[in-house]
């Protein structure tokens, strides 16, 4: 699964999570389980979009196989960035 | 072929004034020379109509051609430069305007056409042929709604498809930064005008295509160009680039000219943009609503999370607060006492009964006392029985002879009926 599909899943399940949640006819147990598991979805989804600065790569093709490969706006634009 | 007097063209001579002293004949070179400057001068910017023959698209990328109407030729180059900004390689046959200079090709004395732009004949024939292609590739279906792939909510990978150079790629770029820097940019470079874009943005989108499944796969592609005329456009026209698109295994935005140009790649791209910038925030929710969403599911979690403790809490002060539990030791006391209470009952109701028993016992005893037969008997009663034991009541019952028993209080005695 992809970045873009784990993040999108996360998000609706969090959404699950907390609604159980806040419906209040939990068993206390369950409830505790439930604030647990939500705060780790929110954890790892704010490390997904824990990146300050744009990452850019570049596709180039190499030996007849494409390959990635990192850049910088520096080198992309000259000087700025 | 000239006489003593100068016969030489006054511009030549004005031109060629380093030889003006010396009466001398040109140099085939001089004159073609001369030639050329004169040609050169007067011809520097010319429009001409005609129609393509014996094109030749040479090796070293420059275009060799005649134009030709019905009454002359003109051969005519056109040098690479200029051919990388044609929409299209025109063909022999073709109608066009060639706008250039005129000049001279001193080895072949031969003077030419250097063109500089090639225009079709008639601006209707693009937009007829865009036309005819758009409804040749509708009626196939590739740009039917069900073909089209849902943007994926989150994406974290946006392949971009442009020029390596020019303002697009720095605008997404700017875009995506500023908004969503925890974005990946994978940048696929392609020419976008001109005849190497068509083979370009093909190959561009192949590569992409070839990601699926790898771990490099973006989640979105952009294909994008800056605003330009039709003929800037037209690679974006191209059937082999919108059926590119129309096959690029992921979502794709197509984001072409200004908002109101449109290209048939609009058609086949899962969703249209209106400029490259917009694209660029179409796949890009922004980091910070992200993050601001986060922390209110957190908020909630939180929040529900105490609530559903004090609920509990208040639930258990309450039954605390019961007077059961506040004193148990009342209900302690409080049991003593009916026991106390039942146990005086019980007590109380068996010496009744039992006394009760006794009365009757006596009642029944003098009752029975009273009616016994022994009783009567002691009185000095006998009473006369038969043989088999039966009470004689009445005195006809007996018979003469009969054997009888007279019972006493104290035992029996055997007797007869005389007579």
Known sequence: MSKAQTFEQSLSRLEIVVSRLESGDLPLVEALESYEEGVQLVRSCRAELDRAELVIRRLVERNGSVQTDETSPSELFGGEG | MRGAHDPRHPDVQHRGRRREAVLSAFSVTELTRAIRSTLEQDFDAVLVEGEISGLKHHGSGHLYFTLKDE????????????????????????????????????????YQLIANLIKPVGAGDLNARLEELRRKLSEEGLFDADRKKELPAYPFRVAVVTSRTGAVLHDIWHVLSRRAPHLELLLVPSPVQGIEAVPGICTALERIGSLAGTPDEPDVVILARGGGSLEDLWAFNEEAVVRAVAACP???????????????CDFAADLR????????E???????????????????????????????????????DRPCLRHPEVAVERANQTLDLLSDRLERALGVRRERAHAALALAAGRLDALSPLRVLSRGFAAVEKADGSLV???????GGDALSLRFADGRVPARVEG
């Open chain 2, 250 to 264: 992921f979502p794709t935005i197509s984001a072409v000219g200004h908002e109101t140009d449109t290209t048939l």
């Open chain 2, 393 to 399: 009541v009445h005195a006809a019952d007996l018979h």
């Open chain 2, 282 to 320: 179409l796949v890009s929710e922004e980091r910070d609503s992200l993050l601001a969403a986060l922390e209110d599911y957190q908020a909630r979690a939180g929040g529900a999370l105490l609530h559903l403790v004090d609920r509990r809490r208040e639930r258990l002060e309450l039954l605390a």
């Open chain 2, 273 to 280: 943009a209106p400029t490259p910038s917009a694209a660029a």
């Open chain 2, 71 to 110: 009454g002359a030729t003109l051969p005519a180059a056109m040098w690479k430069p200029q051919v990388g900004r044609l929409a299209a390689i025109p063909r022999d046959g073709d109608r066009v305007v060639v706008s250039g200079r005129i000049s001279v090709y001193e080895p072949r004395g031969a």
